[in-house]
């Protein structure tokens, strides 16, 4: 079992910056890839990036793409996602995600992922 634990929601005003965290606990080694995921009200959850836990590899929406980073510390077993320029339509619960199955073209699905977090609300205010 892994065991994901997200923080650094918040509110935050437009063209603002979060840093979003994902610690993870368990069985870390088994982990090929960790994504992040978002969920707004009355939409389904839809990708926002993703790392391979390893090689570092990376992978992001078109709608976060050049305003997002994605990165691990592996000596912390801990990913980030790092939003800027933050716009009001990307206000929605981010989840963390983790994966054994390897495969990097289908870390942006998340049906195939085993372990999830509990999801920090990031609010993004015109």
């Known amino acids: 079992q892994v065991q994901l634990v997200e923080s650094g929601g918040g509110l935050v005003q437009a063209r603002g910056s979060l840093r979003l965290s994902c610690a993870a606990s368990?069985?870390?080694?088994?982990?090929?890839?960790m994504g992040w995921f978002r969920q707004a009200p009355g939409k389904e959850r839809e990708f926002v990036g993703a790392?391979?836990?390893?090689?570092?590899?990376?992978g992001y929406a078109d709608s976060v793409k050049g305003r997002s980073t994605i990165s691990r510390d592996n000596a912390k077993n801990t990913v980030y996602l790092q939003m800027d320029s933050l716009k009001p339509e990307d206000t929605a619960v981010y989840y963390c995600?983790?994966?054994?199955?390897?495969?990097?073209?289908?870390?942006?699905?998340?049906?195939?992922?085993?372990?999830w977090g509990q999801g920090t609300q990031v609010t993004v205010s015109p």
């Open positions: 995600g983790a994966r054994s199955g390897r495969g990097y073209s289908t870390l942006t699905l998340g049906h195939t992922y085993d372990y």
């Open positions: 368990g069985r870390t080694f088994s982990i090929y890839g």
């Open positions: 790392i391979t836990w390893s090689g570092g590899n990376t």
